[in-house]
């Protein structure tokens, strides 16, 4: 495994806006490349990217605009719908944006003029994130700062909600059992539902607050990873509730985590813009410190790529990606 020092992106591509979210789409949609979407202070935008270390024809990154759906409001989360295909006669894009009017909006276009958008409301303070079960592209998850985790129905609204003790920060679906929903709380404490029973079946307590980031393995889905105060912190289950690893990473406290979809041991994380950079780190569960380190100006949002060992931040005006070698 190679050791990467602190360096410059990979790649940047140049954006209208500044960047709030960013989200790689997680799931097979058949696309040449892969789907990404990311906001700006008003609009969401599509685009498809290739890597030429995934087609030599490529010189660095082919970056293509797909869409642009004008919202007039603030995103603060985005989540890619298992619907969305891109190798069909009639292309279908499906994402759910959470906006700063404390809705939910699900977008649906063809890419070919028709578009389509339903507003979910019940929330009653800033959305945090959101979710699609990735086995039923109908159902979505929402959690904020209203001290609740929603779970939504496209065309049928509400269908739960579930009390929190804290403001909801991060929300995740298990990648093979529908039933099953995490919810991270900021206060620390990580719960895991039963949609039949509507009852938590698990809970993991952090030794860190504030937590505000939190993620669920697709890789090993006994793991759960999360940051809180300057720390990451690793959850082995069925183990202890308490974590089985942390390590300080950001010494202007740590934003977000996010598990890699190629490898079971690899993560990154960002802190909070410190003189106007935000640091990403990227870490390997059997290695003492970070494989890569790099700097952001101002970055927003983190996302890794479906198949690949690349990860993109959202910053002013520019998106940038990392490759890492494992």
């Known amino acids: 495994m190679k050791q990467d020092s602190t360096r410059k992106a990979s790649y940047s591509v140049d954006c209208k806006d500044f960047i709030h979210v960013v989200e790689f789409n ?19 935008t599509v685009a498809s990217c290739k890597f030429q270390e995934e087609d030599s024809s490529v010189n660095g990154i082919a970056f293509q ?5 004008n919202l007039g409001v603030r995103v ?61 592209g109908s159902t979505f998850a929402s959690v904020s700062d209203d001290h609740t985790c929603r779970v939504w ?29 995490m919810v991270a709380e900021k206060k620390g404490a990580i719960r895991f539902y039963d949609l039949m029973t509507q009852q938590a079946v698990l809970s993991l ?49 740590a934003r977000v985590f996010r598990w890699s979809k190629f490898s079971e041991n690899v993560f990154a994380t960002t802190g909070y813009p410190g ?8 870490h390997h569960l059997k290695h003492p410190q970070p494989i890569l380190i790099g700097s952001v100006p101002v970055g927003n949002g983190l996302s890794w790529h479906r198949t690949l060992p690349v990860c993109v931040v959202g910053g002013n005006c520019k998106l940038f990606f990392w490759f890492t070698e494992i």
Not at 103 to 126: I, P, R
Not at 235 to 246: R, V
Request: glycine residues 6%; hydrophobic residues 35%; aromatic residues 8%.
């Open 26 to 44: 997680p799931f097979e949609s058949g696309e040449e490349g892969t789907l990404l979407a990311f906001a700006g202070s008003n609009s969401v």
């Open 65 to 69: 605009t797909l869409d642009v759906f």
């Open 76 to 136: 603060d989360a985005i989540a890619w719908s298992p619907e969305t295909r891109c190798n069909a006669l009639s292309p279908l894009i499906r994402f759910c944006a959470a906006v700063s009017d404390k809705s939910l909006q699900v977008f649906t276009s063809d890419l070919m003029g028709k578009e389509d958008c339903e507003a979910y409301e019940g929330h009653t303070s800033n959305i945090n994130d959101v979710v699609f079960c990735s086995s039923d």
């Open 153 to 181: 129905m496209l065309d049928k609204g509400e269908m739960a909600k579930f009390i929190l003790q804290s403001p909801g920060m991060s929300v995740a679906w298990h990648p093979e059992e529908a039933s099953k929903l």
């Open 205 to 253: 307590e952090s030794t860190q607050s504030p937590l505000m980031s939190a993620d669920w393995s697709l890789k090993n889905t006994l793991r759960v990873g999360a940051v809180a105060g300057n720390d990451w912190i690793i959850w082995e289950m069925p183990h202890s509730s308490y974590p089985q690893s942390h390590k300080p990473a950001h010494p202007d406290k």
């Open 275 to 282: 003189k106007m950079n935000t640091q990403l780190q990227i």
